[in-house]
């Protein structure tokens, strides 16, 4: 076997390591997903599971990282030139909305380590920079066309990651069942608290 076909191998195991856990955690919980459960439904020898990842808490803290920076990426591209704030902050929630239909387990699993001591520290504050980054970046955009008074911008991120994810919330655990047209209308509700516009 090549360098090439081993390197394909190991990354196909790794891969099946992390959709595994994933399942298993979503169905049965994080204290019931055990390495030896991981190994058997995924096929991948225990002692392979341990070359790729040190631990469980290892395979948890990727998967997070993973879906986290995934999130921000379908929210910060395919942005349109020559639009309005409003109508870029609505396009990219939209984006990360089809991302939670197509992905439900994605967010149910980022929601329930949101903020669990498994996920390793550096891991959670180099994902927390860059949603920061990328919402200080927008916030002072509203700044500077006016939009926005000078509400901390800590807050206008709190506020706007718990409306955000409650909306998605209640879309995937069918309390309320969402279509397009109704979260244009909800985030312009947002926008009006984010603005304070009329």
């Keep these: 076997m090549n ?25 049965q919980g994080v204290q019931a997903t ?12 225990v002692g392979t599971i341990y070359h790729h990842f040190e631990s469980k808490e290892a395979i948890i ?16 591209k395919d942005i349109q030139e020559n639009q309005s704030l409003e109508a870029e902050f609505t396009d990219t929630v939209i984006r ?10 994605a967010l149910e699993f980022c929601e329930t380590f ?3 001591p498994i996920i390793d520290s550096k891991i959670r504050e180099e994902v927390a920079s860059k949603f920061y980054t ?4 927008f916030f002072q955009r509203m700044q500077d066309e006016g939009i926005l008074s000078g509400t901390r911008k800590d807050m206008l991120f709190i506020y706007l990651n718990g409306t955000i994810f409650s909306m998605l919330r209640a879309h995937i655990s069918g309390q309320i069942n969402w279509t397009k047209d109704d ?3 909800y985030m312009k509700l947002v926008w009006k608290g984010l603005s304070g516009s009329k």
């Design 34 to 45: 055990s390495m030896s459960k991981v190994s058997k439904k995924s096929g991948v020898a």
């Design 183 to 185: 979260v244009k209308a």
């Design 96 to 105: 990360l909305f089809n991302y939670a239909k197509s992905n439900p387990a």
């Design 134 to 137: 990328f919402s200080n970046t």
């Design 61 to 76: 803290t990727e998967l997070y990282r993973h879906f986290k920076l995934e999130m921000l990426e379908i929210m910060t």
């Design 3 to 27: 360098d090439k076909s081993k390197q394909t191998k190991n990354t196909d195991k790794r891969q099946a390591i992390l959709n595994t856990t994933l399942e298993l955690i979503i169905e």
């Design 114 to 116: 949101a903020s669990s």
